[in-house]
């Protein structure tokens, strides 16, 4: 049974920084991406970075040069280091995997708070 367990999330001032980790657990298939989603209330979850197996990675524009995403293949852990927080990245951040067969597997979720 795969799990995804979140740890990192809290309340921050604008201009902080956070960082999220996401480590998968009873994973026994490849995993082709790993990422980070949000969900602000009132909102659809959004993509915030992806990173693939090869390290390709992909940002949302609103996060582009202030969040930097990181995964390790081994420890099927995925990483989002988050700078120059603003009140508009209050949300509860999700884990993503994707297999081969494009099944998402997704983590409970943290929340993270800016305040202004």
């Known amino acids: 049974q795969v799990q995804l367990v979140e740890s990192g999330g809290g309340l921050v001032q604008t201009g902080g920084s956070l960082r999220l980790s996401c480590a998968a657990s009873g994973v026994t298939f490849s995993i082709v991406a790993m990422g980070w989603y949000r969900q602000a209330p009132g909102k659809q979850r959004e993509l915030v970075a992806v990173?693939?197996?090869?390290?390709?990675?992909n940002y949302a524009d609103s996060v582009k040069g202030r969040f930097t995403i990181s995964r390790d293949n081994a420890k099927n852990t995925v990483s989002l280091q988050m700078n120059s927080l603003k009140p508009e990245d209050t949300a509860v951040y999700y884990c993503?995997?994707?297999?081969?067969?494009?099944?998402?597997?997704w983590g409970r979720g943290t929340q993270v708070t800016v305040s202004s």
């Open positions: 993503n995997i994707r297999s081969r067969r494009n099944v998402d597997y």
């Open positions: 990173i693939t197996s090869i390290g390709s990675t």
